[in-house]
């Protein structure tokens, strides 16, 4: 795909998981929504209203949600368990994984609002910990959508997976560039862009950032890593063997986010690689208007980016 | 209504066997949750033996995952585990656990972490409404602020094929419950929150069984049992000392006056 496809039509993720959700639920009546006292805001309204006796809610109750989502899932059912990232998965950590995970349990955490993106929130809503938390858990596998669209291909996808699941949503419209004729596969990258000199790599829509024209003047090769865990580590390590260059960029702490997993498996291949990883550098969030002034601030704007993109380039 | 209470109850030779059972297993371990075993040993049996529930059909979630030690003598005694597994109990590579775990025929739950069985049990009741899910917590688990937010969630989903047993003996890894953290009376706690509440001896079999199918026949209230146990019940010069919840290598010599006391009872 050329970077110039790219529709500039804004959409919500959340309003496309919904709407997909519902449409899921049409068809396949063992899915249950598990929700924690936040159904106006992850646009479940229709679901509840449709699905009486499937939308299940908890209140602002984690870890008990967690264990009854658990439960449900137990006697059979594919369960969502919805609420913002900040405190689904972060108040109810230990019952993922015992509940859910130990117990091998299918349940789809959705966890909204991730990132600096959830903007005038602030920083006890802008949860920055999420990957980290859930890519340590055994069994369970972790994404995030570029966009709507991605979400609309991803959903489907996860529902008919029978292991427990951690999804990674995001507040605000976001421009459409996932590909229209692309499906998603669990474990598979999606290779935006072709190029050369440098590997790109993140997830969510702060990767949209990279279809601006600024970045032309870059033979980059962007990938869109949104199947987190698994990793697609043969896409991964091919195209930084190829570059010897590699920048990812997370709206996420450093510590435990993308940019571990990939270095981490660039060292233990063996494979010589320039390595920068743009992410919240061991700080709290805080509240902006707009996203972007946070980005500025965090390190994670264009700008930033095309400043390391000039240092993997340098010679020194 | 007349309850025989001295006379004896034709699960009692049962109950002391399986105690010995108990004590032989985590003996051979060095390792286990002794007291609260022998406190809900009693529960198990009389929830396992009554034809008040069919586990084929109906479910069993073990919230206090240590106590596993009394659910496995008792799946034992149901053969659906061997009996000679039982000396494998914590050791590597065993089914059974030191905390109860998928692997271990016949467990609808694997728990460890204290406080999360009841949601866990509350989502197996709303999906499984045709069956009785009938879950076992602790008093020392109370503490968890877990428990309260499902007593709250089963009373809104007007659970009545919800049981959840509490074996209140008093005791914790640190100390007295009272001691470590007061909860105060949990029966009146349960009866605000909009549950059907029956206090009980833990120990008396009759009781028991009368309690279980009172709250087998609940139609829209989630149903507790309070079942007031003994710490470490059978065996004296551990009762109601909290050094007992859990142990490590027995001295020969305590180890065979157990053993001693709990076969003189037989």
Same mark, same amino acid.
């Given at each position: 795909?050329?970077?110039?496809?790219?529709?500039?039509?804004?959409?919500?993720?959340?309003?496309?998981?919904?709407?997909?959700?519902?449409?899921?639920?049409?068809?396949?009546?063992?899915?249950?929504?598990?929700?924690?006292?936040?159904?106006?805001?992850?646009?479940?309204?229709?679901?509840?209203?449709?699905?009486?006796?499937?939308?299940?809610?908890?209140?602002?109750?984690?870890?008990?949600?967690?264990?009854?989502?658990?439960?449900?899932?137990?006697?059979?059912?594919?369960?969502?368990?919805?609420?913002?990232?900040?405190?689904?998965?972060?108040?109810?950590?230990?019952?993922?994984?015992?509940?859910?995970?130990?117990?091998?349990?299918?349940?789809?955490?959705?966890?909204?609002?991730?990132?600096?993106?959830?903007?005038?929130?602030?920083?006890?809503?802008?949860?920055?910990?999420?990957?980290?938390?859930?890519?340590?858990?055994?069994?369970?596998?972790?994404?995030?959508?570029?966009?709507?669209?991605?979400?609309?291909?991803?959903?489907?996808?996860?529902?008919?997976?029978?292991?427990?699941?951690?999804?990674?949503?995001?507040?605000?419209?976001?421009?459409?560039?996932?590909?229209?004729?692309?499906?998603?596969?669990?474990?598979?990258?999606?290779?935006?862009?072709?190029g050369?000199d440098i590997t790109v790599l993140g997830?969510?829509?702060i990767l949209?950032q990279l279809?601006?024209?600024?970045f032309?003047?870059f033979?980059l090769e962007i990938i869109?890593c949104?199947?987190?865990?698994?990793?697609?580590?043969?896409?991964i390590?091919?195209s930084v063997?190829?570059t010897g260059r590699c920048l990812v960029i997370e709206d996420h702490q450093k510590n435990?986010g993308l940019g571990d997993a990939v270095s981490n498996l660039i060292v233990?291949?063996?494979i010589k690689c320039k390595f920068i990883h743009l992410a919240v550098d061991d700080?709290?969030?805080?509240?902006?208007?707009?996203?972007?002034?946070?980005y500025?601030?965090y390190g994670l704007s264009p700008l930033a980016i095309i400043e390391s993109l000039k240092k993997l380039l340098s010679k020194t | 209504?007349?309850?025989?209470?001295?006379?004896?109850?034709?699960?009692?030779?049962?109950?002391?066997?399986?105690?010995?059972?108990?004590?032989?297993?985590?003996?051979?371990?060095?390792?286990?949750?002794?007291?609260?075993?022998?406190?809900?040993?009693?529960?198990?049996?009389?929830?396992?033996?009554?034809?008040?529930?069919?586990?084929?059909?109906?479910?069993?979630?073990?919230?206090?995952?240590?106590?596993?030690?009394?659910?496995?003598?008792?799946?034992?005694?149901?053969?659906?585990?061997?009996?000679?597994?039982?000396?494998?109990?914590?050791?590597?590579?065993?089914?059974?656990?030191?905390?109860?775990?998928?692997?271990?025929?016949?467990?609808?739950?694997?728990?460890?972490?204290?406080?999360?069985?009841?949601?866990?049990?509350?989502?197996?009741?709303?999906?499984?409404?045709? $069956?009785?899910?009938?879950?076992? +917590? &602790?008093?020392?688990? #109370? *503490?968890?602020?877990?428990?309260?937010? =499902?007593?709250?969630? %089963?009373?809104?989903?007007?659970?009545?094929?919800?049981?959840?047993?509490?074996?209140?003996?008093?005791?914790?890894?640190?100390?007295?419950?009272?001691?470590?953290?007061?909860?105060?009376?949990?029966?009146?706690?349960?009866? $605000?929150?909009?549950?059907?509440? +029956? &206090?009980?001896?833990? #120990? *008396?079999?009759?009781?028991?069984?009368? =309690?279980?199918?009172? %709250?087998?026949?609940?139609?829209?209230?989630?149903?507790?049992?309070?079942?007031?146990?003994?710490?470490?019940?059978?065996?004296?010069?551990?009762?109601?000392?909290?050094?007992?919840?859990?142990?490590?290598?027995?001295?020969?010599?305590?180890?065979?006056?157990?053993?001693?006391?709990?076969?003189?009872?037989?």
């Amino acid at each position: 795909m050329k970077i110039e496809d790219c529709r500039l039509k804004i959409s919500s993720i959340r309003q496309a998981f919904s709407e997909t959700l519902f449409d899921l639920a049409v068809k396949n009546p063992n899915i249950y929504v598990v929700d924690i006292g936040l159904r106006p805001s992850l646009y479940l309204d229709k679901f509840a209203a449709r699905f009486k006796s499937r939308f299940i809610e908890c209140g602002v109750a984690e870890s008990n949600a967690a264990g009854v989502a658990a439960g449900l899932s137990a006697s059979g059912k594919t369960v969502f368990l919805t609420s913002f990232a900040c405190f689904s998965p972060a108040l109810n950590w230990a019952v993922i994984k015992q509940s859910i995970c130990y117990n091998q349990q299918n349940v789809k955490i959705v966890g909204s609002h991730a990132g600096l993106m959830s903007g005038d929130l602030g920083a006890t809503h802008q949860m920055l910990e999420d990957i980290a938390l859930m890519r340590c858990l055994p069994s369970l596998e972790v994404f995030a959508p570029i966009d709507a669209l991605e979400m609309k291909k991803m959903l489907p996808v996860l529902a008919s997976s029978p292991r427990p699941a951690y999804l990674r949503l995001f507040r605000p419209p976001t421009i459409e560039v996932y590909p229209l004729k692309l499906s998603f596969t669990i474990g598979k990258s999606h290779l935006i862009r072709s190029g050369s000199d440098i590997t790109v790599l993140g997830y969510g829509p702060i990767l949209t950032q990279l279809f601006s024209d600024d970045f032309k003047k870059f033979s980059l090769e962007i990938i869109n890593c949104s199947s987190i865990k698994p990793l697609d580590s043969e896409t991964i390590l091919k195209s930084v063997k190829k570059t010897g260059r590699c920048l990812v960029i997370e709206d996420h702490q450093k510590n435990g986010g993308l940019g571990d997993a990939v270095s981490n498996l660039i060292v233990i291949s063996g494979i010589k690689c320039k390595f920068i990883h743009l992410a919240v550098d061991d700080s709290f969030g805080q509240s902006a208007k707009s996203y972007f002034d946070l980005y500025h601030h965090y390190g994670l704007s264009p700008l930033a980016i095309i400043e390391s993109l000039k240092k993997l380039l340098s010679k020194t | 209504m007349f309850l025989p209470k001295s006379s004896a109850h034709p699960l009692s030779s049962l109950s002391r066997s399986l105690r010995l059972d108990i004590l032989e297993m985590i003996n051979h371990a060095e390792f286990g949750h002794i007291g609260g075993s022998l406190s809900s040993i009693d529960i198990l049996i009389a929830l396992y033996n009554s034809d008040l529930f069919n586990f084929n059909k109906d479910h069993f979630i073990l919230s206090a995952g240590h106590l596993c030690p009394a659910l496995y003598v008792v799946l034992a005694q149901k053969n659906i585990i061997p009996r000679q597994e039982l000396l494998t109990y914590g050791l590597f590579a065993s089914r059974l656990q030191g905390h109860s775990n998928l692997d271990t025929p016949g467990l609808e739950y694997a728990s460890g972490a204290l406080g999360q069985g009841l949601s866990f049990a509350s989502g197996l009741a709303l999906g499984d409404k045709s $069956h009785h899910t009938i879950c076992l +917590t &602790t008093d020392g688990e #109370h *503490n968890e602020g877990q428990i309260w937010e =499902a007593i709250a969630f %089963a009373s809104k989903y007007h659970q009545g094929n919800l049981i959840n047993i509490i074996d209140v003996n008093g005791y914790q890894l640190g100390g007295s419950t009272a001691d470590i953290m007061p909860m105060g009376e949990l029966a009146s706690k349960y009866l $605000h929150f909009g549950w059907t509440v +029956t &206090t009980v001896n833990g #120990h *008396n079999f009759y009781e028991l069984e009368k =309690a279980l199918k009172t %709250a087998k026949s609940s139609s829209i209230y989630p149903a507790c049992i309070i079942a007031k146990t003994t710490f470490a019940k059978g065996i004296s010069f551990m009762e109601n000392k909290f050094e007992y919840h859990d142990i490590k290598k027995l001295p020969e010599e305590i180890y065979l006056n157990a053993k001693k006391e709990l076969e003189a009872k037989k």
